[in-house]
């Protein structure tokens, strides 16, 4: 069974760094996908960085320049360096990975809290 392992979720004032990291277990096909999704109450789920399998990697325009994507070497892990984190960057965090085959998987989700 395919698990995301997420960690490095927590507490931290603005202006302030975060690392969090996703691993993939379960499964030993390299990923066509990986990265993370953020949801804040009241709002929909969002794309916050995405890193293919080949190294692309996209962002969402609000975290480019603050946020870098990385994979861990050849391993199914990746890495989301945060700097500069702002109030509105508050929120749950998932980890997203897709292989194919093997479909679509979820972390469970790691709380980010920035304080102004």
């Known amino acids: 069974q395919v698990q995301l392992i997420e960690s490095g979720g927590g507490l931290v004032q603005a202006g302030g760094s975060l690392r969090l990291s996703c691993a993939a277990s379960g499964i030993i096909f390299n990923f066509n996908a990986m990265g993370w999704f953020r949801q804040a109450p009241g709002k929909q789920r969002e794309m916050v960085a995405l890193?293919?399998?080949?190294?692309?990697?996209n962002a969402v325009d609000s975290v480019k320049g603050r946020f870098t994507i990385s994979r861990d070497g050849t391993k199914n892990t990746v890495l989301l360096q945060m700097n500069s984190l702002k109030p509105e960057d508050t929120a749950v965090y998932y980890c997203?990975?897709?292989?194919?085959?093997?479909?679509?998987?979820w972390g469970q989700g790691t709380q980010v809290t920035v304080s102004a």
């Open positions: 997203y990975g897709q292989w194919n085959p093997g479909g679509v998987y």
């Open positions: 890193v293919s399998g080949g190294g692309a990697t």
